[in-house]
């Protein structure tokens, strides 16, 4: 092909915009396509912001082959693209928020959990992050002018806490029929790290089923922390959560969705770097994560929620109550 005319197919492909499928990267064939589908790798935009080894390992394909093919998606991806202050503010017009069932949460949230983040609930054990999940899966399924999203919900159950009773007893405090808040949560048990990765990868086609604008993962880190103990597996594991976040992130912005996550503190300071208190995952998932809310537990049910490295609000706690009607106010 004349320079000139590969130089005009490649303007025409960026002029298509959005809706290009990965079948346009020059290179990729029918049969590529299904091997990068298989694994995650369904847009172009993932495909050009992978590593060459790592498309290589997932599909088998050769890693010059792919190095190609990623070269050719860089060309057509809007990669490197400033955009002006004032586009992004559009884009976050976007934004939706989801109530937390408590007044005094929200206003600490500036509004409830944000669409297109994720947000990460740590604390030990009985601080009530799985109260807190259970809680945001009804309000998801409330029409938008009690604070939801009127919309399904996706769980990766990682620990088998889910409890439909729970959802039960929340949905009768709200007056919602529980029936049908128990049909519109699709929960999928991850057996482990492995399984945990392949349902994010997968969340999203999920998500254009079922119209869900809630992805639960309860909990993010306890499979990645018993399956990689010790230092020396440190950086797979990190490697790992980081790929599995990216992909919550990618199901986040595609859905304009809430993404919400747990994780444990870690209980074990010699191994996870001296502090007592620190969430699991360290670096990957605090960086990841756009809002973290560590909660402790207080007298009588109550739970300090404090919100801890905001981009845009300001670090504060507050009181909430884990009762049998669910995530209220704490006074
Ligand atoms: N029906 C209920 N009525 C009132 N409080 C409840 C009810 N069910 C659970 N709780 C409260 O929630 C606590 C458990 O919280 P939760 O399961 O969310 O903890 P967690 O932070 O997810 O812990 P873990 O790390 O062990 O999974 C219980 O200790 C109890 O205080």
Redesign the pocket.
């Known amino acids: 092909m004349e320079k000139n005319e590969k130089m005009k197919k490649e303007e025409d492909v960026k002029d298509e915009g959005k809706k290009l499928t990965i079948e346009d990267i020059p290179g990729v064939g029918e049969a590529t396509a299904e091997k990068l589908r298989e694994n995650g790798l369904d847009d172009i935009m993932a495909i050009a912001t992978a590593s060459p080894k790592d498309v290589s390992e997932l599909t088998g394909i050769g890693e010059g082959s792919v190095a190609k093919i990623i070269s050719a998606a860089r060309k057509i991806a809007d990669i490197g693209n400033f955009e002006t202050g004032e586009e992004i503010f559009q884009k976050r017009k976007d934004v939706l928020r989801l109530t937390t069932g408590s007044n005094n949460l929200d206003s600490l949230l500036g509004g409830g959990l944000e669409t297109q983040s994720i947000t990460e609930f740590f604390?030990?054990?009985?601080?009530?992050?799985?109260?807190?999940m259970h809680q945001l899966a009804v309000n998801c399924t409330m029409p938008e002018e009690k604070g939801g999203f009127n919309s399904d919900v996706l769980i990766i159950d990682t620990?088998n806490?889910f409890r439909p009773e729970?959802i039960i007893?929340m949905s009768k405090y709200r007056e919602l029929d529980s029936d049908e808040v128990l049909r519109r949560i699709h929960v999928a048990r991850a057996y482990n790290s492995h399984h945990q990765i392949l349902l994010g990868e997968k969340a999203s086609e999920m998500a254009k089923e079922y119209n869900a604008k809630l992805l639960i993962v309860?909990?993010l880190t306890s499979h990645f922390r018993s399956e990689y103990m010790g230092r020396g597996s440190l950086s797979e594991r990190q490697q790992l959560l980081n790929r599995h976040m990216h992909d919550l992130l990618r199901f986040g912005t595609l859905q304009n969705a809430v993404i919400a996550v747990?994780n444990?503190v870690a209980a074990r300071p010699d191994v996870f770097f001296g502090d007592p208190t620190a969430p699991i995952g360290g670096n990957i998932v605090g960086h990841t994560a756009t809002f973290r809310i560590y909660?402790r537990k207080g007298k009588a049910?109550k739970r300090i929620a404090r919100l801890i490295d905001s981009p845009y609000l300001p670090e504060g706690e507050a009181v909430i109550q884990?009762?049998?009607d669910g995530i209220i106010d704490g006074t």
């Open positions: 604390g030990e054990f009985g601080s009530g992050k799985t109260q807190i620990e806490t729970r007893q309860d909990s747990t444990q909660l049910g884990v009762s049998e």
